[in-house]
């Protein structure tokens, strides 16, 4: 089975531009996870999907940055405009329904957009 | 809040060794996960173990195991017979349970462990 699959892999872009990264996750999988990685912050949830309905978005840090789901199948994460310090690592992730917290429905991760904003 | 805490510095291990890499964690909460991955220079997450708190056993999975102390709120992490490719960055994430959240992951700062052939 393929898994959490995102393009592009990597990304470089110039200050201003609008960014779109894009996240498939596994087939049959309810959730879906969007983190983003930087060496001084390590890995943050910025936003996570149940069933393509928005469930947290606390994690986003400010209105350049959106999240749809337009459908079980695809995700995408746009940040307009793009500024250097959303240079990051972007990673998706997807999981089975989390009926309890001690149950294991582990979260499986895409390989990473890797975003350099000149 | 929950909170992970990952503190040790860079680890170092003789290959074929065995290593413990900490882990604890911080919530008042009685129903959770905790999850250990593996990050390596690559730049995936790849998912390595699972321990639920009302697990009676320790978790394994080959030469991974879970050294999973409730009293003490640790969840540390064992490799065993350590392989040149086990060097990579370790993620300890916890999951608790609260109303509409019970699917969020918090994770811990990471550590680096370097395997030396």
């Not at chain 1, 393929?2 to 960014?19: K, L």
């Not at chain 1, 999988?29 to 983003?36: A, G, V």
């Amino acid at each position: 089975d393929a898994g959490v699959i995102q393009s592009p892999r990597h990304e470089v872009t110039e200050m201003g531009q609008e960014v779109t990264l894009r996240c498939k996750p596994i087939s049959g999988h309810d959730y879906l996870f969007w983190y983003r990685q930087t060496m001084m912050r390590g890995l943050e949830l910025l936003i996570y999907f149940n069933n393509n309905v928005p469930i947290d978005d606390s994690g986003m840090p400010e209105d350049r940055f959106s999240a749809k789901m337009p459908n079980a199948s695809f995700s995408t994460l746009k940040i307009q405009p793009s500024e250097p310090r959303d240079s990051a690592v972007y990673f998706c992730a997807s999981s089975f329904e989390v009926l309890t917290s001690s149950h294991q429905e582990t979260q499986y991760f895409g390989p990473g957009t890797r975003l350099l904003v000149l | 809040a929950q909170k992970i805490t990952q503190t040790q510095p860079g680890m170092f291990v003789q290959e074929k060794e065995a290593v413990t890499l900490d882990c604890t964690y911080d919530t008042s909460d009685p129903s959770y996960g905790l999850f250990w991955y593996k990050q390596p220079s690559s730049g995936e997450m790849i998912f390595l173990i699972y321990q639920g708190s009302y697990d009676q056993q320790n978790a394994t999975e080959g030469r991974y195991s879970l050294n999973f102390q409730k009293a003490r709120k640790s969840a540390n992490l064992v490799i065993s017979a350590s392989q040149l490719g086990d060097s990579a960055m370790y993620f300890c994430a916890m999951r608790v349970e609260y109303t509409g959240a019970n699917s969020k992951l918090t994770f811990g700062k990471g550590i680096t462990l370097s395997v030396r052939p």
